[in-house]
Structure formats: structure tokens, C-alpha cells
Nanobody
Framework: QVQLVESGGGLVQAGGSLKVSCAAS????????MGWFRQAPGKEREFVAG????????AYADSVKGRFTISRDNAKNTVYLQMNSLKPEDTAVYYC?????????????????WGQGTQVTVSS
């Protein structure tokens, strides 16, 4: 089993930056693809960013492209999401997810492990 724990969420003003982290423990592997999703009240969970297990590929939702950057430190078993130029519409609970193969998918049901989420609130 793999356990994922997010941290780093909080309240930030529009235009500001925030970096959230996801620490993995248990039977982790650098070959696992990792993703960040978010869910706002009354909305479905949506893909934000993903990084492949081989460092070759990253993927982003159009709404965050150019503002968010996903990265991973395999030595620390940690995945990061750097969020810049934040907008009020970025307000959501952000979830880290992992899957047991190295390819990214944007589909939530393609991931095997999930964290408990961390709240990000962007004020206008």
C-alpha cells in the first residue's frame, strides 16, 4: 500500500503563489505516475497536473498551463505543485494521486492512491 499526505495549502491573495507538497510512504516507486487534482464545492474533481514515473512527461489542464508547475523528488518520495498567479477560481481542495504505472492519465479513476486533500483558498 501507498499512503499520500498533502501539505502546504492555505489562504492567499489573487496574484500570489503557493506550493503544495505530497509526501508518499509505504510501497512507493519512482516509476509511479503522480497527479494533482482539485475539487471545488458543487463541482466534480478535475485534473490539474501530472508527472510520469520516468520524468519524461508532464501534463497540465489548460486552465493552469503556464501558471502551475508539477515536480517530484524521488529521493524524498515527494511531489510538488508550485502555483503562481493564483486566481479566485483556483480555490478548491487539492488532492494528490498516484498510479502503479508510469504513464499519466487525466482520469481520476485511473489512479490507485489518493491523499486526504489540502484546502487552497484564493481571495480576490
Amino acid at each position: 500500500q501507498v499512503q499520500l499526505v498533502e501539505s502546504g495549502g492555505g489562504l492567499v491573495q489573487a496574484g500570489g503563489s503557493l506550493k503544495v507538497s505530497c509526501a508518499a510512504s509505504g510501497r512507493t516507486s519512482s516509476n509511479y505516475a503522480m497527479g494533482w487534482f482539485r475539487q471545488a464545492p458543487g463541482k466534480e474533481r478535475e485534473f490539474v497536473a501530472g508527472i510520469s514515473g520516468s520524468f519524461i512527461n508532464t501534463a497540465y489542464a489548460d486552465s493552469v498551463k503556464g501558471r502551475f508547475t508539477i515536480s517530484r523528488d524521488n529521493a524524498k518520495n515527494t511531489v510538488y505543485l508550485q502555483m503562481n498567479s493564483l486566481k479566485p477560481e483556483d480555490t478548491a481542495v487539492y488532492y494528490c494521486a498516484g498510479r502503479k504505472i508510469r504513464f499519466i492519465t487525466t482520469m481520476p479513476n485511473g489512479y490507485d492512491y489518493w491523499g486526504q486533500g489540502t484546502q487552497v483558498t484564493v481571495s480576490s
